[in-house]
């Protein structure tokens, strides 16, 4: 479609007349030109005219024939050179010193794959080199008085790049650099990536799952703000969150989901930087497009200020020189496939290919050999290219920004695997190749030793690094470095929450009593502005939203508009220093504000205590990765997946019943999962929680199931709070006196199950039930194996008891779990409940039906724990099997029934 332009025969002479001067005056003569248009456009045609005439052009735009799609500019750098600042740092200082990061992080890798094959990646930092020393000598900010420090996420896979620049720094030595990979060795060594939990003096951040560290940095961000917002902070000045990924990694639904929130929340405290070296895992991450165009336009959608840094200095001239306009042609038409085959090819195939095409570019570089052509470097290996964009991105104002630096993968590796396809895996070089690389970059390394890749550091007197020093010093210290000053909480105790030991008249929820002892906490005078309550969009559904007008929901803007419920008591409130994260329907990015919060001890020295809410299928299962890196990571706090229960959560069916959260959340180390039957339970556990976070700084968090069904909620039996804590506590003896004996495990509210099957059992069979409360499987089986292991390795000493061995150990009769989660969840401890564990469990995908007809069905109902207690006996030729056959005649069981589907 082309756009109608009505103007007068002069006016359309005009315009035709500065077709001929646009193409012989070049790009300022074009703007005048378009803007004369423009203004004539406004005022013959008004406002309204206007704007539809510039989206038709716009649309035309978009149309052209180009191989990145979106909102794009051409395929140049975004800052002119004219307002490229100098270059305030010694480049050939730096230059060195990059050098011998490039040859240390290089030999770590190749050193370590000689002996082993623990592999690691050269290729990435390599890559990368340029925009991190840019970075670490002008920008980023170390931790000092009232300074947090800036938050830098570093790309995963070049962290020997990291490990090269410490050593350098002398923050580590030889024997670490010796031992990258191989933490296991004598004297320790390095982790692969970085992980907060293996090196917690160093990693802050973990970003090696692709997509983790983009979301969590923009989470991590707007953190920082909501401190700030509710004067828990007192910077000199606000610290920049930065985050490097690679171009590949952009393909992660986490990377992009969320970046309209830093957008819309004007986080000009972020700064993205995309490692675009072109290359992924296997091959090319656009071949046959162009990855910086196709971020470009995504990103500028969303409302990023955007800076590409696409060609180096050397460019520059040639780029000027050429009037054609098929310089920038070339550029365009070029996919990424194209720019990656120059890498690996010589000069003289970029002249013949690339320029070549039109035999106007060729004259552009007939002064250069084929050797010079092939050293025009590319955006990201240029330092002032590179300063130049991080100084604008620091002075952007009212926006996130994203850096596009085009690089080489593999940069200096040369035959080894620049720019080649196998180039990330790539982790030995010969010795004709470290020849090559020690020339490339002037590695002071003799030829009687290289083929050793040596380490080499300058002395400590050299100007290399003394200057490296002078540059960390000046800019407050070390990065990465995680610095934890013990910062203890006022916590309450567990009576704070007294009211929860009396037991409730009414029939109450695990997900009521948790909403209360929330209320409860959050007006506690100490740390109530500690706490944190997030939710993804489900505040009504748990009862939660009665929070939103005390605390207000937090919101950068405040509230523009008049809520429609205003009228009402209990609004939906957003206020500029709410106390709520409502994150809306995102799980993933809720996850990433419970680490930023469960963090904030660590990277702010402000202990916070986050309560992360939501529907527990959406947990582990959805975000599981999240929760792994929240262990990690230290993470801190609660995790509350509410809804919880396969059966306990009618109605809901197949995608939303949950039983097997509990086994997820089991298989991170750092993380106690709980699953309470009562308030009381939950007040104790909570309380005993934040005194181990927040008081003892142990750096685990919590997992807890809630459930949504109402059932009484009894006063706490005298002396049980170690039991709860610990996992296992005798709820509700049987009868005494009684000849058959039986022990029925419950927790969460299929408690109820066993209270009223104890009941039946003692009325109807003589068995006299003792029911317990299992409130935490995993604990008990953490307590056991760690016992078992000890006995193995010390066969010949008294053996140690577990917990659960020595509250079982005088039990007689047999034992019985009941659960609202897959049998596997209390099959945890089966190994050591004497005689063995008879369990009952929801394996199965669930259903939409009534609680009573889901019970039947999974077999987790009153009925079904009698009959499978008394089945235990039977077993256990303690009863007479025709009992049980009995009971299922009398119980109205159906022997027949088709049983939940499990392949
Ligand atoms: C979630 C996840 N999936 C897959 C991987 C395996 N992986 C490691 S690096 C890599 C390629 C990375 O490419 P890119 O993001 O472009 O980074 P580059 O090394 O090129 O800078 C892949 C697929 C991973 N680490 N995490
Ligand atoms: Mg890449």
């Given at each position: 479609m082309r756009a109608s332009f009505p103007c007068s025969r002069n006016e359309f002479i005009q315009v035709k007349a500065s077709k001929k001067e646009i193409n012989s005056a070049g790009g300022n003569k074009v703007s005048a030109t378009l803007k004369s248009v423009f203004e004539l456009a406004l005022e013959s045609q008004g406002t309204e005219r206007t704007a539809q005439m510039l989206e038709q052009l716009a649309q035309e735009l978009r149309n052209a024939p180009r191989p990145a799609s979106g909102v794009t500019t051409p395929y140049v750098n975004t800052i002119p050179v004219e307002d490229q600042p100098d270059y305030p740092g010694d480049r050939a200082i730096e230059r060195r010193l990059k050098s011998i990061m490039r040859w240390n992080a290089m030999a770590m890798v190749v050193k370590a794959n000689s002996t082993t094959n623990v592999g690691g990646h050269i290729a990435s930092f390599a890559s990368s080199a340029t925009l991190y020393e840019v970075a670490q000598n002008h920008f980023f900010r170390g931790a000092s008085e009232n300074f947090p420090g800036d938050m830098v996420y570093f790309q995963g896979h070049a962290a020997p790049g990291m490990y090269a620049r410490a050593y350098m720094e002398g923050r580590l030595d030889e024997n670490d650099l010796q031992n990258f990979r191989?933490?296991?060795?004598?004297?320790?060594?390095?982790?692969?990536?970085?992980?907060?939990?293996?090196?917690?003096?160093?990693?802050?951040?973990?970003?090696?799952?692709?997509?983790?560290?983009?979301?969590?940095?923009?989470?991590?961000?707007?953190?920082?703000?909501?401190?700030?917002?509710?004067?828990?902070?007192?910077?000199?000045?606000?610290?920049?969150?930065?985050?490097?990924?690679?171009?590949?990694?952009?393909?992660?639904?986490?990377?992009?989901?969320?970046?309209?929130?830093?957008?819309?929340?004007?986080?000009?405290?972020?700064?993205?930087?995309?490692?675009?070296?072109?290359?992924?895992?296997?091959?090319?991450?656009?071949?046959?497009?162009?990855?910086?165009?196709?971020?470009?336009?995504?990103?500028?959608?969303?409302?990023?200020?955007?800076?590409?840094?696409?060609?180096?200095?050397?460019?520059?001239?040639?780029?000027?020189?050429?009037?054609?306009?098929?310089?920038?042609?070339?550029?365009?038409?070029?996919?990424?496939?194209?720019?990656?085959?120059?890498?690996?090819?010589?000069?003289?195939?970029?002249?013949?290919?690339?320029?070549?095409?039109?035999?106007?570019?060729?004259?552009?570089?007939?002064?250069?050999?084929?050797?010079?052509?092939?050293?025009?470097?590319?955006?990201?290996?240029?330092?002032?290219?590179?300063?130049?964009?991080?100084?604008?991105?620091?002075?952007?104002k009212g926006q996130p920004t994203v850096i596009l630096a085009k690089t080489v993968k593999g940069y200096g590796l040369g035959e080894a695997g620049e720019g080649k396809n196998i180039s990330h895996q790539q982790k030995k070089m010969n010795e004709k190749e470290?020849?090559?690389?020690?020339?490339?970059?002037?590695?002071?390394?003799?030829?009687?030793?290289?083929?050793?890749?040596?380490?080499?550091?300058?002395?400590?007197?050299?100007?290399?690094?003394?200057?490296?020093?002078?540059?960390?010093?000046?800019?407050?210290?070390?990065?990465?470095?995680?610095?934890?000053?013990?910062?203890?909480?006022?916590?309450?105790?567990?009576?704070?929450?007294?009211?929860?030991?009396?037991?409730?008249?009414?029939?109450?929820?695990?997900?009521?009593?948790?909403?209360?002892?929330?209320?409860?906490?959050l007006r506690h005078k100490s740390v109530g502005k500690n706490v944190v309550p997030i939710i993804p969009d489900e505040a009504r559904t748990f009862g939660m939203d009665a929070l939103f007008k005390d605390y207000g929901i937090y919101s950068s803007k405040g509230q523009l508009y008049e809520p429609v419920d205003k009228k009402s008591l209990l609004y939906y409130l957003e206020k500029k220093d709410g106390q709520i994260l409502e994150e809306g329907i995102s799980e993933a990015g809720a996850m990433s504000s419970f680490i930023a919060a469960g963090t904030s001890y660590a990277s702010h020295g402000v202990p916070m205590i986050p309560f992360y809410a939501y529907y527990s299928m959406f947990g582990p299962q959805r975000v599981g990765d999240q929760f792994w890196l929240a262990g990690d990571i230290r993470a801190k706090g609660f995790l509350l997946g509410a809804t919880s229960g396969r059966t306990s959560l009618n109605g809901e069916g197949l995608q939303h019943q949950d039983g097997h959260s509990l086994l997820h959340?089991?298989?991170i180390p750092t993380c106690l999962p709980y699953d309470p039957a009562f308030g009381f339970e939950l007040a104790v556990i909570i309380a005993d929680g934040m005194r181990r976070m927040f008081v003892e700084h142990e750096d685990i968090f919590y997992y807890l199931a809630l459930y949504n069904e109402n059932h009484p909620m009894p006063p706490m039996p005298a002396g049980v709070e170690d039991g709860i804590v610990k996992g296992l506590y005798k709820f509700k003896a049987g009868y005494d006196g009684a000849k058959i004996k039986a022990h029925i495990f419950g927790s969460g509210s299929i408690m109820q199950s066993a209270l009223k099957a104890q009941m039946i059992l003692a009325e109807k069979y003589g068995v006299?039930?003792?029911?317990?409360?299992?409130?935490?499987?995993?604990?008990?089986?953490?307590?056991?194996?760690?016992?078992?292991?000890?006995?193995?390795?010390?066969?010949?000493?008294?053996?140690?008891?577990?917990?659960?061995?020595?509250?079982?150990?005088?039990?007689?009769?047999?034992?019985?779990?009941?659960?609202?989660?897959?049998?596997?969840?209390?099959?945890?401890?089966?190994?050591?409940?004497?005689?063995?564990?008879?369990?009952?469990?929801?394996?199965?995908?669930?259903?939409?039906?009534?609680?009573?007809?889901?019970?039947?069905?999974?077999?987790?109902?009153?009925?079904?724990?009698?009959?499978?207690?008394?089945?235990?006996?039977?077993?256990?030729?303690?009863?007479?099997?025709?009992?049980?056959?009995?009971?299922?005649?009398?119980?109205?069981?159906?022997?027949?029934?088709?049983?939940?589907?499990?392949?």
């Open positions: 191989q933490e296991l060795a004598e004297g320790g060594g390095l982790s692969s990536y970085p992980h907060p939990y293996l090196m917690p003096e160093f990693w802050q951040f973990p970003t090696v799952s692709m997509g983790l560290g983009p979301i969590m940095s923009l989470y991590q961000a707007r953190f920082n703000r909501y401190l700030q917002a509710r004067g828990l902070t007192n910077w000199k000045s606000e610290p920049k969150v930065w985050a490097f990924l690679g171009d590949g990694e952009s393909d992660e639904p986490e990377s992009l989901g969320a970046i309209t929130l830093a957008a819309r929340e004007n986080l000009d405290n972020i700064i993205w930087v995309v490692n675009c070296n072109l290359q992924r895992l296997d091959g090319p991450v656009r071949g046959n497009g162009k990855i910086i165009q196709e971020l470009e336009g995504l990103f500028t959608g969303a409302g990023w200020n955007v800076i590409k840094v696409i060609w180096g200095s050397e460019w520059d001239d040639i780029i000027k020189r050429d009037k054609s306009g098929l310089l920038l042609k070339r550029m365009e038409e070029c996919v990424d496939g194209d720019y990656q085959k120059y890498v690996v090819e010589p000069g003289s195939y970029t002249r013949k290919h690339f320029f070549g095409k039109y035999p106007e570019l060729l004259e552009l570089v007939t002064h250069l050999s084929d050797e010079q052509i092939s050293k025009l470097l590319r955006g990201g290996h240029d330092v002032r290219k590179m300063y130049a964009a991080y100084q604008a991105a620091m002075d952007c470290l020849r090559e690389f020690r020339r490339r970059f002037d590695i002071p390394i003799s030829d009687d030793v290289i083929a050793e890749t040596p380490f080499f550091r300058p002395a400590p007197d050299s100007a290399e690094a003394k200057y490296l020093l002078a540059r960390r010093q000046a800019l407050g210290g070390f990065i990465p470095a995680r610095i934890v000053k013990p910062v203890t909480l006022d916590v309450p105790k567990a009576d704070y929450f007294a009211e929860f030991f009396k037991g409730s008249t009414t029939d109450a929820s695990t997900t009521m009593a948790f909403v209360r002892l929330l209320t409860i906490l959340a089991s298989t006299s039930a003792d029911v317990w409360s299992a409130t935490s499987y995993k604990l008990l089986r953490t307590d056991a194996i760690r016992c078992q292991r000890w006995n193995m390795l010390h066969p010949t000493q008294p053996a140690k008891k577990s917990y659960v061995d020595n509250l079982l150990a005088k039990e007689s009769g047999v034992f019985v779990a009941v659960s609202d989660n897959i049998r596997t969840v209390p099959d945890q401890i089966a190994p050591w409940v004497p005689g063995g564990l008879f369990t009952l469990g929801t394996d199965g995908f669930g259903r939409s039906d009534t609680r009573g007809r889901l019970r039947r069905f999974f077999g987790v109902d009153v009925e079904s724990t009698v009959i499978g207690t008394l089945y235990a006996l039977a077993e256990k030729k303690l009863i007479d099997r025709k009992v049980v056959a009995q009971a299922i005649k009398d119980l109205g069981v159906d022997p027949e029934m088709v049983p939940p589907q499990i392949v």
